[in-house]
């Protein structure tokens, strides 16, 4: 099994940045893709960006390429989401997700092949 808790939300004006940090626990952390999602307000759970078990390969989000950077550690078991250049549509809970079934070499991008979630933490970006 594998916990996760997230950290680092908060209220901040667009264009500015800000950094999500994902803490695991549990003996499967390298075995696992992990990936960032988020929930709009009154919308479904999307797919943010996503990273390979050995960090080597990441996937993103249309809306967030070039603004958003996902990073892993294996060593300190944390899953890193550096967010620059917010706009008011990155408004949203923000979840961290791990896959522990994922093969080396593949992201996975679909939120039903994630196995376990974090409670979540609120970004707003304002005006």
């Known amino acids: 099994q594998v916990q996760l808790v997230e950290s680092g939300g908060g209220l901040v004006q667009a264009g500015d940045s800000l950094r999500l940090s994902c803490a695991a626990s549990?003996?499967?952390?390298?075995?696992?893709?992990m990936a960032w999602f988020r929930q709009p307000p009154g919308k479904e759970r999307e797919l943010v960006a996503a990273?390979?078990?050995?960090?080597?390969?990441?996937h993103y989000a249309d809306s967030v390429k070039g603004r958003f950077t996902i990073s892993r550690d294996n060593t300190k078991k944390i899953v890193d989401l550096q967010m620059n250049s917010l706009k008011l549509e990155d408004t949203a809970v923000y979840y961290c997700?791990?896959?522990?079934?994922?093969?080396?070499?593949?992201?996975?991008?679909?939120?039903?092949?994630?196995?376990?979630w974090g409670q979540g933490t609120q970004v707003t970006v304002s005006a």
């Open positions: 549990g003996r499967n952390f390298n075995r696992c893709a």
């Open positions: 997700a791990a896959d522990e079934n994922a093969i080396l070499s593949n992201v996975p991008t679909r939120l039903s092949s994630y196995d376990y």
């Open positions: 990273i390979n078990r050995n960090g080597a390969i990441t």
